[in-house]
């Protein structure tokens, strides 16, 4: 039987974004971007020069929604690609030279599914090092993201069980786990946060405890397969990052 409730797949959080914000400016990124099954995937949460620019890959998508409902007085855009968001990256060339053309300096936020892209840690350094000083050259603020956990089962094989503690258990991975998955990307990310003098935040805590990390709060689904955020999840974890973005003294 049906334990939980919370979208699963992709269709529900594209059909969200879609219905509630604005195509992406300027132009030429509008024009480059990703589309899924008729949905354009480069939005934002009003009109006209975006404030703050998530930059990465699907990861960076799926932090939009709930940061833009947390955060209703800044405009906040995606522009994403499927690979790493570096400037030597030639997929991102039309992101990039539009970034470069930006009459007004930005908060842009960096990050990306870092165990599905990285093969070695020393191509994310390389990478975010060149980006991180391109983007500072420009005057922009860059913060660099953490990530979610990845789990071995999809979202929609956890909606049904005998009990919503089986579902959570099974839904669910160590925190061990998780700190195998973070090692992948972790220090680079504190290291450079030190060399370049930028922020640093990690985004997990919401969907983790001392002991594990989970799809599942209550009897709400939180993912839309094994390592994206469904409607719910976004909203919490967009209101943690935005939370922390906000308040300098939050307990980091």
């Known amino acids: ?23 992406c400016e300027p132009q030429s990124v509008l024009k480059a971007a990703l589309q899924w099954s008729g949905f354009l995937r480069c939005k934002q949460s009003k009109e006209g020069e975006a404030d703050w620019i998530l930059l990465g890959d699907s990861h960076a998508e799926h932090l939009f929604l709930g940061l833009a409902q947390a955060r209703t007085d800044t405009n906040i855009a995606f522009y994403i690609l499927a690979g790493e968001p570096y400037i030597g990256n030639p997929q991102y060339k039309i992101i990039f030279k539009a970034i470069e053309a930006l009459p007004k300096k930005k908060k842009i936020l960096l990050t990306m599914h870092y165990v599905e892209r990285l093969g070695a840690k020393s191509s994310l350094r390389e990478g975010f090092s060149e980006t991180i000083s391109f983007l500072q050259s420009l005057g922009h603020e860059v913060i660099l993201l953490g990530d979610i956990p990845r789990y071995t089962v999809h979202a929609e094989h956890c909606i049904f069980g005998r009990s919503i503690a089986f579902v959570t258990d099974f839904c669910s991975i160590s925190i061990f786990e998780f700190d195998g998955q973070r090692d992948n990307y972790e220090q680079t990310l504190i290291d450079l946060s030190y060399e370049y003098g930028v922020r640093y935040e990690t985004i997990h805590e919401p969907l983790c405890d001392i002991d594990v990390c989970s799809m599942v709060r209550g009897d709400l689904m939180l993912y839309r397969d094994d ?13 943690y990052l935005n939370q922390k973005l906000t308040d300098e003294n939050f307990d980091r």
């Open 1 to 23: 039987d049906a334990q939980l409730h919370g979208d699963v797949g992709h269709i529900a959080y594209h059909e969200f974004v879609d219905k509630n914000y604005f195509d």
């Open 227 to 239: 390592n994206h955020l469904n409607i719910e999840g976004s909203k919490i974890v967009g209101r």
